[in-house]
């Protein structure tokens, strides 16, 4: 894997000293860090393409999968390569399919809660006759439309396959190797403060879930939270140990981001009272923020990756 994966130590002190001074510069920079890299993937698969190309596109929870795959389309397309994005979440099987973990719930993180079948039909059918019909998963009714949506290839023509799945070798095996590209993207880079780790690559990826969720899915901190360990458990069974096969690897840590998430966390964080399970994680989470000095959300572009969690 790309030597990127083991990120950057942002210092904290650095950080607000740079967001005090020039807060629009510090912005700029890592939004433009973070879209050169995008534009260094794109080059690679551009030139290195086969027919019918299939980009694996993984990474856990919150580590903006769908931003990044749209950029990357965008991208690919500004070179002359057509490009498309499908979800693995679109051959979810639905509501009372999922295998059951030993406590009777339902585990939605398992590739078995895929149409795996499904999907490698699809894959197939695109490689080999550059058309096939997808399914579109529907979160509202927890499952599958009875409307299908058709897609078709060119010849030279590119599919990026979004999912924290992507990687799992059930998929990549009904593929031929010369027809893939994997990329690998994550909050990879964590912040330091007195030389302690402050905020590690896990909390900033649960910060913007809990935003998220709050924002766009109506879930409070507390579902976020019951549903936190399940995710992890995921990304360790399912996604982690497949990692290493990267060809491309994308950090999506902004070194500004606490600084526009403390003024949106902290109200929410406040809430929490002393009696419930996560009020020692609301804790950690408020100390950890508070540290950051504030910028306005006003200050983060319209196109900011982490508007898929700020709104």
């Not at 019918?52 to 990474?59: A, F, M, P, Q, S």
């Not at 999922?98 to 078995?112: V, W």
């Not at 058709?150 to 023509?157: K, S």
């Not at 990267?246 to 998430?261: L, N, S």
Request: some cysteine; aromatic content about 8%; glycine content about 4%.
């Amino acid at each position: 894997m790309n030597s990127i994966v083991n990120g950057r130590i942002l210092s904290v002190s650095s950080v607000c000293a740079q967001a005090t001074a020039d807060p629009i510069s510090l912005i700029r920079q890592e939004e433009t860090r973070y879209q050169t890299e995008i534009e260094q993937v794109a080059d690679r698969i551009h030139d290195e393409r086969t027919n019918r190309h299939i980009v694996l596109l993984t990474g856990p929870s919150s580590a903006g999968k769908t931003t990044t795959a749209s950029r990357l389309e965008k991208e690919l397309e500004a070179r002359g390569t057509a490009a498309h994005v499908v979800s693995l979440d679109d051959f979810y099987l639905g509501e009372g399919k999922a295998p059951l973990l030993p406590d009777g719930s339902p585990d939605y993180e398992t590739i078995d809660a895929l149409d795996v079948d499904r999907l490698m039909t699809c894959l197939q059918e695109l490689v080999r006759d550059g058309k096939t019909s997808l399914p579109v998963f529907d979160f509202v009714t927890h499952g599958p439309l009875p409307e299908e949506r058709m897609l078709v290839l060119e010849e030279d023509a590119a599919v990026i396959l979004e999912g924290i799945h992507a990687f799992n070798p059930k998929i990549s095996a009904c593929l031929p190797p010369e027809n893939i590209t994997r990329l690998f993207i994550n909050a990879l880079s964590r912040f330091e403060k007195d030389g302690e780790t402050w905020l590690k690559r896990r909390d900033m990826r649960l910060i913007r879930r809990i935003l998220r969720d709050e924002q766009f899915r109506g879930s409070p901190f507390a579902n976020t939270m019951k549903m936190w360990p399940q995710v992890v458990r995921g990304e360790e069974l399912y996604l982690f140990p497949y990692a290493d096969a990267a060809d491309c690897v994308i950090d999506t840590t902004f070194a500004f981001e606490p600084c526009i998430i403390k003024s949106l966390l902290l109200p929410r964080l406040a809430k929490v009272e002393r009696n419930t399970p996560d009020y020692d994680t609301a804790r950690y989470l408020i100390e950890r923020l508070s540290v950051f000095c504030d910028l306005p959300l006003s200050l983060l572009p319209a196109d900011s990756m982490l508007r898929e969690f700020t709104g």
